[in-house]
Structure formats: structure tokens, C-alpha cells
């Protein structure tokens, strides 16, 4: 009898070691892709500098444009106010 509880459990631990090498394979094979696909990114990136510096300053036009707009809108809500308020 104690032999057929050895041999199963040498069938599970074998079994159990395959599942764990394909599961490192596998994990292997992610990583792979990963660092593939984050080099591809680097490399895109180093490519379009020249367009980052003009999305910074497009941004910052924005950013000008929306506080000239809230300016305004300020201006104009005063001057609104005022002429309710006293009118």
C-alpha cells in the first residue's frame, strides 16, 4: 500500500513541476514582448523629440488662450453685475 501513495505522489510532483517550467516558459515568453514593445516605445520616442517640444508650446498657447478667455469672462461678469446690481 505505501508504495501506491509514493508513485502517486511522485506523478503529482512531476505533474506539478511541468505546469511550473510551462508556466515559466510563458512568463518568459511575456517578458520578451514586453521588453520588445517598451523598446519600440523608446525608440519612438527618441524620434518624435522635435514634436514634443512643439506639443509643449501648442499647450502652452492653450493654456494662454483659456486664461485670456477667463479674463474676459470675469471682465464681462462685472460689468454685467454692476449695471444689475445698480440698475
Known sequence: MPNKKVSQRSNLEDHNG???????????????TLF???????????????????LKEYANKSKGGFKLLII??????????YFNYNG
Open 18 to 32: 511541468i505546469r511550473i517550467s510551462y508556466h515559466e516558459k510563458v512568463c518568459a515568453e511575456r517578458m520578451k
Open 36 to 54: 520588445n514593445k517598451i523598446d519600440n516605445m523608446n525608440k519612438e520616442i527618441k524620434t518624435l523629440s522635435g514634436d514634443i517640444s512643439e
Open 72 to 81: 474676459l469672462g470675469s471682465i464681462l461678469a462685472t460689468v454685467v453685475g
